[in-house]
């Protein structure tokens, strides 16, 4: 089994309004991007990693990042795309023949935890692809275009996905072909997850996995305060 890990760092920030993209921002002294390249550095069942970078900050992961901070597992540094899913495919054809399992990763969700990646583990060797996730806190209400609530969905079949999302190397492979011929034929829609294109191009259903509320996406100002607290509280937790 080789399982190897695409961490994406190739967003501009867009909602965080910051002058550096927010991956490379710090909390509590290091980079946002480091914390999850240092769960997959420490995760003894991941054998490589692909960085996905903006193509303008390729030579700064590689110096600023990769070798500043000695991440071993960092094979290649290559470029992502426009959207997310250009950049998870470039991820995807970075990777040889021989990989089992992809551990697609966002770089702004630095909270991931060696718990977290042995749940996803153990989830993808029984369904070949699976999303973590958690239930969601808030009641959701779709809305018409003026603004106004026409729908409240059940809130206890309410999930918020959240990443590593993990696949079998071929299904996930595959489904991201097909996914580009689609939408070179024209397919609408929008993509905003992985395991989104696996439902929409195959049959096989992903299973899905408890994350943890702390497993944050980093993508407003706020959530940079909080990630603050959350690495005293985590790191407060591990020392006692
Ligand atoms: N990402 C990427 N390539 C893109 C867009 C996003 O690699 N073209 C990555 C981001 O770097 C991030 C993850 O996908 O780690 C989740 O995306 P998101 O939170 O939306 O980040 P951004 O797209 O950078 O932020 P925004 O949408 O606010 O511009
Ligand atoms: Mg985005």
């Known amino acids: ?3 190897v890990a695409v961490v994406l760092s190739a967003g501009q920030g867009k909602r965080m309004h910051s002058k550096m993209a927010k991956q490379y921002l ?8 480091w914390y999850s390249l240092q769960a997959f550095e420490e995760c003894p069942f991941i054998d ?15 110096e600023q990042i990769v070798e500043k901070y000695g991440f071993r597992k960092v094979r290649r540094i290559v470029a992502g795309g426009k959207e997310r899913y250009h ?14 399992y992809v551990y697609i990763h966002d770089g702004a ?26 239930p969601v806190k808030d ?34 492979r595959g489904s991201y072909e097909l996914l580009m011929e689609a939408l070179q034929k024209g397919m609408e829609g ?23 509320y702390s497993n944050i996406k980093i993508t407003t100002p706020e959530d940079l305060a909080v990630a603050g607290s959350l690495v005293l509280l985590l790191r407060a937790e591990k020392n006692r």
């Open 26 to 33: 710090m909390i509590e002294g290091m980079p946002v991007i």
């Open 87 to 100: 950049s998870v495919y470039n991820g995807l054809l970075a990777i040889q023949e021989d990989c089992s």
């Open 48 to 62: 490589e990693v692909i960085l996905v970078a903006g193509e303008a900050d390729m030579a700064y992961c590689r």
């Open 1 to 3: 089994e080789k399982n």
């Open 190 to 212: 929008t993509v905003t997850d992985d395991a989104m294109v696996v439902e929409r191009m195959t049959d096989c259903k992903v299973k899905l996995v408890e994350g943890s």
């Open 139 to 172: 009641t959701i209400k779709i809305c018409d275009e003026a603004g106004f609530g026409i729908q409240t969905p059940d809130r206890s079949a309410l999930w918020q996905v959240q990443t590593p999302q993990v696949f079998s190397y071929s299904l996930i």
């Open 109 to 134: 969700r630095p909270f991931l935890t060696q718990e977290i990646l042995e749940r996803a583990r153990e989830a993808v060797l029984i369904h070949q692809a699976c999303v973590v996730g958690m």
